[in-house]
C-alpha cells in the first residue's frame, strides 16, 4: 500500500496534460498491484493465487518503466525511494511465487 501512496503523492506534480496518461497509467497500475494480490489470495487455490500474482508481478514490471519514462521527461528527479520499493516488491513477489509453486 505504501507503493500506492507513494505514487499518488507523485504523479499530483505532473503536468496537466497527463491526466489522462501517465498519471492515470500509474495510478491503475499502482492500484492493480495490491489489488491482484489480494484477489488471487481470496480464490483459494494455489494456481489461481500463483497466476494473480504474477499479474501483479506484471503490474509492477509496467510500473518501473513508467517511474523510468517520467524521468526521462524530468517529471521527477528522484525515484530511489520507489525504485527501491519496486525492486523489494518484486523480490518479495518472486519469492512467495516460488514458495508457492514448491508445495504445488
Do not use: H
Amino acid at each position: 500500500m505504501q507503493l500506492v501512496t507513494i505514487v499518488y503523492d507523485v504523479t499530483k506534480t505532473f503536468p496537466d496534460e497527463e491526466q489522462f496518461g501517465l498519471i492515470s497509467q500509474m495510478r491503475r497500475c499502482s492500484v492493480s498491484i495490491p489489488s491482484n494480490i489480494a484477489e488471487g489470495w481470496g480464490r483459494l487455490s494455489r494456481k489461481n493465487y500463483i497466476q494473480f500474482l504474477r499479474i501483479a508481478r506484471g503490474s509492477l514490471f509496467e510500473l518501473e518503466t513508467q517511474i523510468l519514462i517520467t524521468k526521462e521527461l524530468k517529471y521527477i528527479n528522484e525515484s530511489e525511494t520507489v525504485e527501491g520499493l519496486i525492486i523489494e516488491i518484486s523480490k518479495m513477489l518472486n519469492s512467495l511465487i516460488s514458495k508457492i509453486e514448491e508445495k504445488t
